[in-house]
Structures are given as structure tokens and as C-alpha cells.
């Protein structure tokens, strides 16, 4: 009946799990996303019913509630086997979703003892009525799947972290999960340009509460080497590699680690070997496209270099970053080094196609659409010849008012080509018009007047230049 349908609906909006989280299935690659969370079951002994709950729900967005069921059922087991004394505590947000994914089945009868099965266990828990109970490790499993959601969600994952760690501030699995997150907010704030290190000191608590986390000990390297102190950064490396030889999850950032200093051959020897175990990881793969990248740029400072191992790495390099684009579509940064190499490789058509991917996906942050519009207007200059169709993307990277890495080049880009046009007396009015915008947004009034008056004596009855100028003045 339609009346227990709506009360239903009602209660089933109370329930904390992934239901109501607002976890939207445009923001990731599902089968990246699945993939991802049975490499960590396989690979992660940690809290596996926070695995098989998250993974019920992304069964449940690619429409197979049966295999949602098993999965509950397998977070059921684990937390009979890892905590027989709060089976209940455990597992609420396993029977949230439950409940959850009967409704969906149209099965409101079971959908319903779920809920009574959530009511009755938080009136025990918490002597109250109330059922938004305020458990730490539910906040700490929100926060998990925040961090899985991509970059949209990690200010929120930070959020649930603080919320877990004021009622068990030395949690070590909760300052792990802080940790991460700040992490992850830095290697954002660090493209927008922001030269801060707020997550050294928790990525450091987190290592000392449990030093048998990798995973944490190798952020915490990568931070030391962003931040300058590399040594101290392949100190944790060497330790982490003595304790966890074998763990995927670990190698793939050692290898980022020695990428980034430069010992090429040594990262992409790890990554195969975490490639052995994960061979499907989109991270993996990329990180090995970069490794070949870097050593056809070496390759090509050298006098005369061999033309057979110039090709065989690009070869390589395309090769990996499609993997890692095919593997996970949401991944933007692959795009951009995919289009790039197809373009070096003079595979226009195929470089144009991926840009063109690129620019569709759906969780692009400003950062990234200024990056993008600064390698599309990159490949129109350098490839396809076109100077007003790199001007014109450039210029929509500056137009995202907002600082950030790819503005600066798109910035920087777009002045010295006019400067340029200018010099060589090849400036037309839409030039001096352009440069007059670009000096406007940088904030060097007297030059863009100067630009502007130009555009308008080589093109007087633009009326945007003479409203332009008439602005500007005024705000002298």
C-alpha cells in the first residue's frame, strides 16, 4: 500500500548509510570504483565490512541488487568475526543499507524489519528515541567513502574524520582517515597555488599511533619531499618497504616517490611489481605512462638519441596512460597526458578526440578546466598551427577568476604570444583588444588603457573596446 510505501520512504531517510549520503554515481568510474575496493579487500585486511558495505552500494548504482545482498551479508560475517561484542554498533549502517536496497526491490516487508532492526539497537545504544546516532565509526565509514567519491567529496570525508576523532581523539584508523583527507585537500590547494603543509602534522600522528600503516608512512614521505626535506621523506620509504615488500597500495607511491627524485628506473621497476598484483589499477598505469615520459624527455637532451627507443617509449607511454584512461573515465590528468602524447606523436585526430573526453567529464574542478584550456590552446598552437584558436582557449582559462596553477600558464601563454604578434607588427586590433582584457585581469590598468586605445584607433567602431576603456577610466 502506498501509505506504508510513504511512512517507509520517511524512515529509510533517517537511516545513516550510503543511502543518504549523497554519494552521486556521475562523480566516479563505477567499475574503477569496484575494482579499487576488492584490490583493497584482497590486499587490506582493515575493516572489511566498511569495504563490503560501500561495495553493496556501488552493485546497487550498477543495478545488481542481488550481488548488494551478498555483499551485506559478507559485512555481516566480518563483523561477527572481528567484533562478536557490538554486533549491533557494527552494523548499522550494514542494515541501513539493507534496508535501503529491499525498498529498491520493491521488498517493503524485509525493507521494514531493517529499519525496526536499526530503531530498536539505537534506543539501546543511546537511551534515547532519537535515531541519528552520533557514532565515531560511523562518521569514520562516512568519511572512508567520502575519500572514494573523488576530490568533490573530500572536504566532507575531512568533516566526518574531525567528527569521529572528538569522541576517540588517539583512533589510530580515524587519524589515518583525517590524515588522508588533509592530505588529498593539499595536493588541490598546492595546484591553486597555496604553499601551506597543514597535513604534516597529523600524516605524522597518524604514523606514531600506528606504525604499521604504509599507506599513511608513504603520504607522509611524498609530503616531506613536496615540502623539501627528502631524506627525511626516504626514511619513512625504506622503512615502509621493509614492512609491507609486497603491498600495492604502498608500492604504487613509493614509486611516485622515486619518480619524483628522479630515480626513474628504480619506480618503474615497483610499479611492475604492483602491477602483478593489481594489474587493472588506473593509478599504476598512469604512474607508469609518467615514468616513460620522463625518460623520453631525458632520452631527447641527449645528442643524437636512438630513434628506435624514442619510439618504443612513446609507445609505452601511450599505451599506459590509455589503460588508466579506459580503466577509470573520470580520470582527468591521464586524459590531458594521453592528448598530449598522441599530439607529440603527430596523432592529431586521436589527441583532438581525448581532449575533447577530457573536457566531458563530469567532476572537473576550475583548477582543471584552466589546466585543460592551457594544454588544448597548447596543442592549436604547437600542432595545429592555429594562434587565434590558442588565443582563444587561453583566454578561457583566464576568464575561471579564480588562482590556480593552470592560470598562471594559461596567463603567461597568451602575453607572450600577443607580445609577440605585436613585435612582429602582425598585431591586428583583436590583438591589442585581447592584450588590453589580459593587462585588465592582471590588474595593470595603464597598460590595458594603452592596449585598448590602440584596438579602438585600428579598429574605431568597436564599441566592446570603447566600453572597455570608458571602465577603465572611470576607475583610474
Known amino acids: 500500500s502506498t501509505v506504508s510505501k510513504n511512512s517507509l520512504k520517511r524512515s529509510l531517510l533517517q537511516l545513516q548509510c550510503h543511502f543518504t549520503w549523497t554519494l552521486l554515481k556521475e562523480d566516479v568510474d563505477l567499475d574503477d570504483l569496484e575494482e579499487t575496493i576488492h584490490n583493497q579487500i584482497d590486499f587490506l585486511m582493515k575493516s572489511n565490512a566498511i569495504n563490503y558495505n560501500l561495495l553493496s552500494y556501488v552493485y546497487h548504482l550498477k543495478n545488481s541488487n542481488e550481488e548488494a545482498l551478498r555483499n551485506l551479508q559478507k559485512a555481516e560475517e566480518a563483523v561477527k568475526k572481528n567484533h562478536p561484542d557490538e554486533i549491533a554498533r557494527r552494523s548499522l549502517v550494514t542494515w541501513g543499507n539493507y ?40 562518521y569514520a565509514e562516512q568519511g572512508w567513502a567520502f575519500l572514494k567519491f573523488g576530490i568533490n567529496y573530500y572536504e566532507r570525508a575531512k568533516n566526518c574524520f574531525e567528527n569521529a576523532l572528538k569522541s576517540e581523539p588517539n583512533n589510530a584508523e580515524f587519524n589515518a582517515g583525517y590524515a588522508t583527507a588533509m592530505y588529498r585537500l593539499e595536493t588541490f590547494s598546492h595546484r591553486q597555488c597555496e ?23 608513504a603520504l607522509l614521505a611524498l609530503k616531506l619531499q ?22 600495492p597500495h604502498f608500492l604504487r607511491y613509493a614509486a611516485k616517490f622515486y619518480r619524483r ?4 628506473d628504480k619506480a618503474v621497476e615497483i610499479l611492475k611489481k604492483a602491477l602483478e598484483a593489481t594489474p587493472k589499477s588506473a593509478f599504476l598505469h598512469h604512474q607508469l605512462g609518467l615514468c616513460y615520459r620522463r625518460k623520453l624527455l631525458q632520452l631527447k637532451k641527449t645528442r643524437y638519441p636512438p630513434r628506435d627507443q624514442v619510439e618504443e617509449l612513446i609507445r609505452l607511454s601511450i599505451f599506459h596512460f590509455k589503460t588508466a584512461v579506459d580503466r577509470k573515465t573520470t580520470f582527468f590528468s591521464a586524459h590531458t597526458d594521453l592528448a598530449n602524447m598522441y599530439a607529440h606523436n603527430k596523432r592529431h585526430k586521436e589527441a583532438e578526440e581525448i581532449f575533447q ?24 598552437l604547437l600542432h595545429m598551427k592555429s594562434e587565434s584558436e590558442a588565443i582563444k582557449y587561453f583566454i578561457e582559462g583566464l576568464k575561471i577568476e ?75
Request: glycine fraction near 4%; charged fraction near 30%; hydrophobic fraction near 30%.
Open 195 to 217: 604553499a601551506i603543509s597543514r597535513s604534516l602534522e597529523p600524516l605524522k600522528h597518524a604514523v606514531e599511533l600506528n606504525p604499521k600503516d604504509t599507506l599513511v608512512m
Open 402 to 476: 579564480k588562482n590556480s596553477y593552470g592560470r598562471k600558464q594559461c596567463k603567461s601563454a597568451v602575453k607572450k604570444l600577443l607580445e609577440q604578434r605585436i613585435q612582429e607588427g602582425s598585431g591586428d586590433a583583436t590583438d591589442f583588444g585581447t592584450l588590453g582584457f589580459v593587462h585588465n585581469l592582471n590588474g595593470d590598468k595603464h597598460e590595458a588603457i594603452e592596449c585598448y586605445e590602440k584596438a579602438i584607433a585600428l579598429n574605431p567602431d568597436n564599441e566592446e573596446y570603447r566600453n572597455a576603456l570608458h571602465e577603465l577610466q572611470l576607475s583610474m
Open 357 to 380: 573526453k577530457a573536457f566531458q567529464i563530469s567532476i572537473l574542478t576550475y583548477s582543471d578546466k584552466q589546466e585543460y584550456y592551457y594544454h588544448y590552446g597548447n596543442f592549436k
Open 261 to 264: 627524485k628522479g630515480e626513474v
Open 99 to 138: 534496508a535501503w536496497i529491499y525498498y529498491h526491490m520493491q521488498r517493503y516487508e524485509e525493507a521494514q524489519t531493517y529499519i525496526n532492526k536499526v530503531e530498536d539497537s539505537c534506543k539501546k545504544l543511546s537511551n534515547t528515541a532519537q535515531q541519528k546516532i552520533q557514532l565515531p565509526e560511523i
Open 226 to 247: 613536496d615540502i623539501n626535506r627528502a631524506d627525511e621523506g626516504e626514511r619513512y620509504i625504506e622503512a615502509a618497504m621493509q614492512k609491507t615488500p609486497d603491498l
